[in-house]
């Protein structure tokens, strides 16, 4: 497989020869508002440019949202993306708005969703702890199987609990991706993982490879990708946690 960071959240992915984007987000920099009630006011979203160009990012063989936050799914995929693409969607209330941005292929994820032989499992996640649970609404992750791949496991915008630890658990992924800014609001905790989640991840698939994504993208990030790379170094996790530059990518 062939994963590369394009953006925060944002994805693409070859398995089993099919290109996934996951989780478009694709604005210029500087488009839209800065997240209330967080750091960086004074910051429009995103915060970086693309690392790549857009053409390459829609020439995918299929699209997957993990949920319709704007730094997931934005205005400008929704303009730039074939009207036609597969796109594969955490529940019926997204599967709604998608079409209502012109998609005409949506599905909704299962836990045996199929796609060119390639089995595509909806995982749960939750996007924060207690409270900020009624703000942040449902998310998903999705895991990748298929016999001639290792399996890959996509959390999305999770922290880490017990629905993480028991995906982790039955399905052994060899390749684990996880959101990892620690985004947060001024008050309500983590919206992500953060550095003790993401040990508590290697801990749990201590042979995994390890990428942590949705870093200094969006203007309520709170840890930084330098902070995060001192904390693997300190915990003895840098053979198999990494953490990309936009436009990075990894062959497994």
Request: net charge negative.
């Amino acid at each position: 497989m062939h994963i590369q960071l394009i953006r925060n959240a944002t994805l693409n992915i070859n398995y089993a020869g099919t290109k996934f984007l996951v989780d478009p987000f694709l604005a210029e920099k500087g488009s839209y508002p800065p997240f209330p009630d967080s750091a960086r006011q004074e910051e429009q979203n995103p915060l970086v440019e693309l690392p790549v160009a857009i053409d390459q990012l829609t020439d995918a063989d299929a699209v997957i949202v993990t949920h319709l936050h704007l730094d997931h799914y934005d205005e400008k995929a929704i303009e730039v993306l074939p009207k036609n693409i597969p796109m594969f969607v955490q529940n019926d209330a997204d599967a709604e708005e998608v079409r209502k941005g012109g998609f005409t292929q949506v599905t909704v994820l299962t836990e045996d969703t199929e796609i060119n032989g390639i089995c595509l499992a909806k995982t749960k996640g939750e996007h924060g702890r207690g409270e900020i649970l009624n703000i942040a609404g449902d998310v998903c992750g999705i895991v990748f199987t298929h016999p001639s791949e290792k399996t890959l496991y996509v959390a999305g915008d999770t922290v880490w609990y017990h629905e993480v630890e028991k995906t982790i658990i039955k399905y052994k992924p060899d390749v684990i991706v996880i959101n990892a800014g620690d985004n947060q609001f001024n008050t309500g905790g983590s919206l992500i993982m953060g550095k003790e989640d993401v040990h508590e991840v290697y801990k749990a698939a201590p042979d995994a490879k390890i990428i942590a994504a949705h870093m200094e993208a969006v203007n309520h990030w709170t840890l930084s990708r330098e902070e995060l790379k001192e904390y693997i170094l300190d915990h003895g996790m840098q053979n198999n946690v990494f953490v990309p530059a936009d436009g990075e990518a990894y062959d497994f």
